[in-house]
């Protein structure tokens, strides 16, 4: 499954576009990271407790993403971007979303 940001792929023509595909997951954080997080704001740096849980929570998402598009039919998702929000004090919702579409080589 090809993914990308861009809204072609050097070298594939789109010949069907399949539409909206996407994935979500909602991750909370937890009372541990939360201590460890409040120490390192003590101390400064990075807070690396919630950059692997968001870094999981984008893996999660894309997985979900490109599913959705296999099961349509599409075997590239073009113009992929990711949205994020609170939904609840302590949780957040992190959206992967394209266009899925059908690809294939350019003859040279």
């Known amino acids: 499954m090809m993914v990308t940001t861009s809204e072609s792929i050097h070298g594939k023509e789109i010949i069907k576009s399949i539409g909206l595909v996407r994935g979500n997951t909602i991750r909370a954080r937890n009372i541990g ?5 409040a120490l390192r704001t003590l101390i400064g740096g990075e807070i ?3 950059t ?3 870094a999981e929570a984008r893996e999660q ?3 979900r993403m ?10 590239a998702i073009v113009g992929v971007r990711f ?3 609170v939904v609840l004090g302590g949780s957040a919702e992190l959206l992967a979303y394209g266009t899925g ?7 040279v």
């Not at 990271?33 to 997080?37: E, F, P, S």
């Not at 490109?66 to 075997?75: R, T, Y």
């Open 61 to 63: 998402a894309l997985d």
């Open 101 to 107: 579409v059908v690809v294939k080589d350019t003859e």
């Open 33 to 37: 990271r939360d201590i460890i997080a």
């Open 52 to 54: 692997k849980l968001m």
């Open 83 to 85: 949205s994020t929000s």
């Open 66 to 75: 490109e599913s959705e598009a296999i099961s349509l039919g599409a075997n």
């Open 48 to 50: 690396t407790e919630y």
